[in-house]
């Protein structure tokens, strides 16, 4: 089923992918074992003529096995996500000194892309802002302020496996590392109105030369 | 205690006193359970239309749609051609132009069609028919009792939700459209009309919710008194058949949850018809949306429970009785349905991991919510141990328990996905999720509902499904409901976003049309299997085989009473009750059952 999901070109893309796939084979061993179970139950006690089923009550070891089992397996599963959700998340641990710093604004229905060019400061005169076009170089750390300015828009690129939610009057920073060059879709994930279908902006990885070209052309000194 | 003070006293009736403005349990029981299945149908072909669009986006709707060759040089060539021809003459702008031009669906009108088939299926199917309907006709009932502590609270209760189905219906038609953000209303979405264009259609579905909300607290509140202070005598708490402690616990979760969504939509009300401004970040200050899914959450998730809990109770009357088995650890059922409703106030925060919110907060609530899948995972195994060793009889209702099982199974696991934060940077927001909601509330939810009508239909009606319509039914449900469903855990690992009208506008998305139509195909089937249903319903009440008394051998004291019951329930006292429900194949009795109501050391016949 996971061969479904579309490839992945973040850095950590990988731990959710990875995470994808440990709680895959997980619920896939508890799901043929429960069915299992079950239809062998189904076929071995069906009833027949003259055959009385047992009388049990429960099981307070069973009982003790099988929740004490749950717990641990679903707690290990917490566990193990921490550090990934921190890395993605958690703004104290994104890579600093980032390549790049771009604001992000959605707006019905549209990802306004604005970039404070080259003083970093954004609302001064060098700022640029572009329609649904984001341009970024491969292997390099980019910021990204999210807001909005209407309602609550949702910035997915489901190559980098990111998702945050756009909220007016809030500025979120998320952060990605893109590994390969290319141009990839950023739908809108959050409904937001009549124009939410369709409502998608492009992300565009260069590789570091093309990218170094395009601030050029963009800020000429 | 009860007595036979008022016995089965007859006393005649108008016609609108019992039927309509009845106060008898049960048939107010039979009304919810009509209003929901009439309801399902509503909130069934909003969804078949929008599944239409996704299938083949931009094409005229069957049946009303107009033609090819209409659409092409206005030749008229159908019956909806003509109609169409019609519309484009009058002078007025019609509804239907406004909203599917040609019989192609808006894009606004496919928010409000999904808006609306969500809204109605939670509010105005599965928990009027779980709690309104089984709780109504089955717990007087079961704990043995002449009817509700409050009747005319319960009539209330009835005729409450009946207004609030009415004004949402009326929403439908309002200039600007029905609601359009979603059922979970996020605002700023739904608290200002400048973002969607909706005026009273937003305003009328808050509106009806509360209102429904007033109806649910009502009926909580009957439910709770009525299982404290009127079970029958030996009736102790922990010889309460399960169906009734999981009615029970939904009564209390009801009472506590509904009141927030309540305050939540009045709030909304305010932000939107009296220019405050809750739910809206403005630069003076002022609120904040994240309010809005707090609190909407917070209901929500006990709400997702509130569907599912009864079905649980219905399951695990349905499985023992078939497998002619106690229930495997009946006090473990009991703890794990209380622990599921404590554990459920604190899980909320699942909803809103890409929302913003503190991600530690993120990490907190991903630990609970892998909590909750404990008791979930009690319980199912506790199913599995009631069949163990059992003597099963695949009868209709079975069937559909062990469906309930089955897809329950597959809903409990999909959540585990969603909880664990980092996959659900990914599958948040896609079909994953929509697959999820349909496992657990439609494979779960509904699949006891249809196991439960079957089963205690003998009782409401004194006759039986027809048993042959029953079994295709199933199986065509069944089927359909998997072939519908599960492709969309594929949609959503491939990162297809749930609430767009047209897949097509993307380009990874582009190798999944053929899974579309496919979905699209399947649901068409699964609606009609339900035709199939209804059919059977209404056709058995009248014309059904003839029912005995307790046609499945149960134990539980519904049994007790004659059919068709009478008012008052039970002929002479009330039963007096001598052990629990599930006492099915007792070593050494002749029979494989023993009454709850039947004595001590008489002499086991079975009842009857
Ligand atoms: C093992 C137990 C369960 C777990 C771990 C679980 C987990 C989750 C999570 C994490 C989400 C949010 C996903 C997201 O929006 O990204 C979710 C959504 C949902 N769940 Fe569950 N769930 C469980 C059982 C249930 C049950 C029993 C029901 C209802 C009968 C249910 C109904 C829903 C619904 C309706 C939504 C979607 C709401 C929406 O956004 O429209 N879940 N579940
Ligand atoms: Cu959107
Ligand atoms: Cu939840």
């Known amino acids: 089923m996971l061969q479904w999901l579309p490839e992945n070109v973040s850095t950590f893309g990988q731990s959710v992918d990875t995470l994808f796939y440990i709680i895959y084979y997980i619920t896939l061993v508890v799901f043929i074992l429960v069915m299992g179970t079950l239809i062998t139950f189904l076929i071995k006690y069906r009833h027949r003529e003259g055959q009385k089923a047992s009388y049990i009550e429960g099981s307070t070891t069973l009982e003790i096995v099988w929740t004490a089992a749950t717990t641990v397996i679903v707690f290990g599963l917490a566990m193990l996500s921490y550090p990934h959700w921190n890395k993605i998340k958690s703004p104290n641990e994104f890579p600093e000194n980032p390549e790049v710093l771009v604001q992000v604004s959605g707006k019905q229905f549209n990802w306004d892309m604005t970039y404070p060019g080259p003083d970093n400061e954004f609302g001064t005169a060098d700022d640029l802002e572009l329609e649904n076009q984001l341009h970024v170089p491969v292997n390099a750390v980019v910021h990204i302020r999210l807001t909005s300015v209407d309602v609550i828009h949702s910035f997915f690129v ?28 950023i739908p809108c994930a959050e409904l937001c109105g009549f124009g939410h279908s369709g409502m998608l902006g492009y992300l565009n990885v260069h590789s570091q030369a093309d990218y170094d070209a395009w601030v050029k052309e963009r800020w000429p000194q | 205690m009860h007595d036979n003070e008022h016995a089965s ?3 005649e009736e108008s016609f609108i006193r019992k039927y309509i403005f009845s106060l008898d349990h049960k048939t107010i029981g039979k009304q919810f359970l009509i209003y929901g299945l009439i309801m399902f149908f509503v909130g069934g072909g909003l969804a078949l239309m929008f599944r239409w669009q996704l299938a083949y986006p931009e094409r005229p709707v069957p049946i009303i749609g107009a033609s090819p060759q209409y659409l092409e040089d206005g030749e008229v060539v159908t019956g909806a051609d003509k109609m169409w021809e019609r519309i484009y003459e009058s002078e007025e702008e019609e509804w239907l132009e406004a909203n599917m031009p040609n019989g192609v669906i808006e894009p606004a009108f496919y928010n409000m069609l999904f808006t609306m088939h969500a809204t109605i299926m ?40 009946v207004l609030a189905a009415i004004i949402m219906a009326i929403g439908f038609f309002v200039p600007g459209g029905h609601a359009a953000a979603g059922w979970t209303g996020y605002a700023p979405l739904s ?158 925060g699942h ?38 060793k059992g003597s099963i009889r695949f009868t209709s209702p079975m069937l559909h328990a062990i469906a309930f099982v089955s897809m329950f ?37 509904l699949f006891a509902i249809f196991g439960g009508i079957i089963f205690w239909f003998p009782k409401m009606y004194g006759r039986y499904m027809n048993d042959v319509l029953n079994k295709i039914h199933f199986w065509l449900t069944f089927v359909a409901f998997n072939c519908t469903f599960f492709p969309m855990h594929i949609l959503g690992v491939g990162g297809h976003m749930r609430r767009i009208s047209n897949p097509m506008q993307y380009e990874f998305l582009q190798g999944f049309e053929g899974m579309n139509i496919f979905i699209t195909m399947s649901a068409f089937t699964l609606g009609a299997a339900q035709l199939i249903l209804v059919f059977n319903f209404f056709w058995s009440m009248s014309r059904g085989k003839v029912a005995e008394k307790n046609p499945w051998h149960v134990n539980t004291l519904e049994w007790e009473a004659p059919t068709p019951v009478p008012h008052g329930n039970f002929v002479g006292q009330v039963p007096t009750v001598y052990r629990g429900p599930y006492e099915y194949s007792v070593p050494g009795e002749e029979s494989d059952w023993i009454p709850q109501a039947q004595p001590e050391h008489a002499h086991a016949t079975g009842g009857d």
């Open chain 1, 158 to 185: 489901p190559q980098l496996r990111l998702k945050q939610d756009a909220l007016p009057n809030r500025f979120i920073n998320v952060w990605f590392e893109a590994t390969k060059a290319g141009r990839y879709e």
């Open chain 2, 9 to 11: 006293h007859h006393h």
């Open chain 2, 122 to 161: 939670v509010f105005f199917v599965v928990v009027p028919i779980l709690v309104g309907a089984f709780g109504n006709f089955l717990i007087p009932l079961m704990i043995g009792t002449r009817d509700m502590a409050f009747p005319i609270l319960n009539m209330l209760s009835f005729w409450l939700a």
């Open chain 2, 191 to 348: 608290s200002d009309p400048q973002w969607t264009g909706v005026e009273w259609g937003q305003n009328l579905w808050a509106i009806s919710l509360l209102i429904q909300g007033f109806s649910s607290l009502v009926g909580s509140i009957n439910y709770i008194t009525t299982i404290i202070n009127m079970r029958a005598p030996g009736m102790t708490l922990f010889r309460m058949p399960l169906v009734i402690w999981s009615l029970f616990i939904v009564a209390i979760l009801l009472l506590l949850a509904f009141p927030v969504l309540s305050s939540a939509l009045a709030l909304l009300i305010f932000d939107r018809l009296a220019g405050t401004t809750f739910f809206t970040a403005t630069a003076e200050g002022g609120g904040d949306p994240l309010l809005w899914q707090h609190l909407f959450w917070f209901f929500g998730h006990p709400e997702v429970y509130i569907l599912i809990l009864p079905g649980m109770g219905i399951a695990s009357e349905l499985v023992p009785v078939f497998s002619r088995k106690p229930i495997f650890g009946y006090r473990s059922m009991v703890y794990a349905m209380i622990a599921i409703a404590f554990l459920g106030w604190i899980v909320w």
């Open chain 2, 351 to 388: 909803h809103m991991f890409q929302s913003g919110m503190q991600p530690v907060l993120g990490s907190a609530f991903m630990t609970t919510t892998m909590l909750i899948a404990v008791p979930s995972a009690i319980k199912t195994f506790n199913w599995l141990g009631t069949m163990f």
């Open chain 2, 409 to 445: 199974v597959i809903g409990g696991l999909s959540g585990i996905y969603m909880a664990n934060t980092p996959v659900d940077i990914f599958i948040h927001d896609t079909y994953y999720i929509v697959a999820h909601i349909h496992y657990v509330v439609f494979g779960g939810s």
